[in-house]
């Protein structure tokens, strides 16, 4: 009797160990998805918006109004805002690209200029709790800030 104990132990064993490397990849693949997911999570989906231009001045035509687009992504209970703004007539003068956002603060307002193009990672880091609810967006174009600017567009 002690060896068919033996052997059927060692059989279960076997048995055992076979579903045991049988499961392991299914898991791993499993774990890893899991992982890519938390990793997208982590980082964030991007929101395109745009494009938002500046208006007609001087006679220009559409393709040389300068312009922004970008995305926006949740990251760590975070908007964070990325574009790019570019200038595409190079006549030296400005472009210019205005934010204005709101929340329980108040509306803020905020400018940036260039020659040629200017590219923003990162921009903002607001947060829900602080009430923070809208995001817009526009282009302006000539020697003044207040120059041929177009309409506010809703980004968030």
Known sequence: MSKARTLLAATALTGAL??????AP??????????AA????????KHFFGPYYSKFGGGEGFGKRSYFKGYWIKQDGR???HGDLFDRDRDREYSYVWFRWHDKFGTHTKYYKTFGGRHF???GGFKKSNG????KI???EGDD???DCGGWGDAF
Do not use: N, P
Not at 26 to 35: D, H, I, L, V
């Open 18 to 23: 076979a579903a045991g490397l049988a499961a």
């Open 26 to 35: 299914a898991q791993a693949s499993t774990a890893g998805t899991a992982t």
């Open 38 to 45: 938390a990793s997208q999570e982590a980082q964030g989906s």
């Open 79 to 81: 908007y964070w805002f």
């Open 121 to 123: 990672t990162k921009f």
């Open 132 to 135: 923070f609810d809208d995001f």
């Open 138 to 140: 526009r282009v302006c």
């Open 145 to 147: 800030r207040f120059d």
